[in-house]
């Protein structure tokens, strides 16, 4: 009898990490990180190329030199908070209880789109035709602040719930992988090139 409860105790622990850890299921699906990421990185380059722009039209290096400048500062944020986030967020998961941890990972959730938001106005009214500004149209960004975050959010929660089904250093080396080099955001001179 003894051998047949720890055969069912070891299938349902193998159930529990393989379905905790499958890329398919709802539970792990960290890709939201990979997309915020890639979609905060690609804002660059864009604003880089209407600055440019704008420069050449007006005939004035120094708009683009200091528009670099003042977009490497608010890049400079973001990619402290992204590091923050990301780091507060697998925090509240593993230091409270599951009630705990959804209201810990709501708050740095909100910060988060807090910083995306302005992040979005100051790339938005940098780039929006306006006065002497102005080239013809308007730079249209693939970054909604709210989407990214939403996105976010769910994932983590679902993250949480896996978690919630694994045991010290497994739920530890899950969420780590959240912390990954591969999503950090790359440095501001990486992406003016």
């Known amino acids: 009898m003894k051998r047949y409860n720890l055969l069912i105790v070891l299938l349902l622990l193998i159930f529990n990490v393989t379905t905790a850890q499958k890329k398919g299921s709802p539970a792990a699906d960290f890709s939201a990180i990979g997309e915020a990421k890639t979609k905060i990185e690609n804002t660059v380059p864009l604003v880089i190329k209407n600055l440019k722009e704008i420069s050449e039209k007006e005939n004035d290096p120094n708009i683009l030199s200091n528009g670099t400048t003042?977009?490497?500062?608010?890049?400079?944020?973001?990619?402290?908070?992204?590091?923050?986030?990301?780091?507060?967020?697998?925090?509240?998961?593993?230091?409270?209880?599951?009630?705990?941890?959804?209201?810990?990972?709501?708050?740095?959730?909100?910060?988060?789109?807090g910083t995306l938001i302005n992040y979005n106005n100051y790339i938005t009214n940098l780039t929006r035709k306006n006065g002497y500004l102005g080239v013809e149209g308007d730079t249209k960004f693939d970054f909604n602040p709210s989407e990214i975050t939403t996105k976010l959010n769910e994932s983590y929660f679902n993250g949480n719930d896996a978690a919630n089904r694994m045991k010290g250093m497994q739920k530890k080396e899950f969420l780590g992988q959240t912390m990954a080099d591969d999503n950090a955001l790359k440095p501001f001179n990486q992406l003016v090139q």
């Open 70 to 113: 003042a977009l490497s500062k608010e890049y400079g944020k973001v990619e402290l908070e992204w590091r923050l986030y990301r780091g507060n967020m697998n925090n509240c998961i593993l230091n409270n209880s599951s009630k705990k941890a959804k209201k810990c990972m709501e708050y740095h959730n909100s910060m988060f789109r």
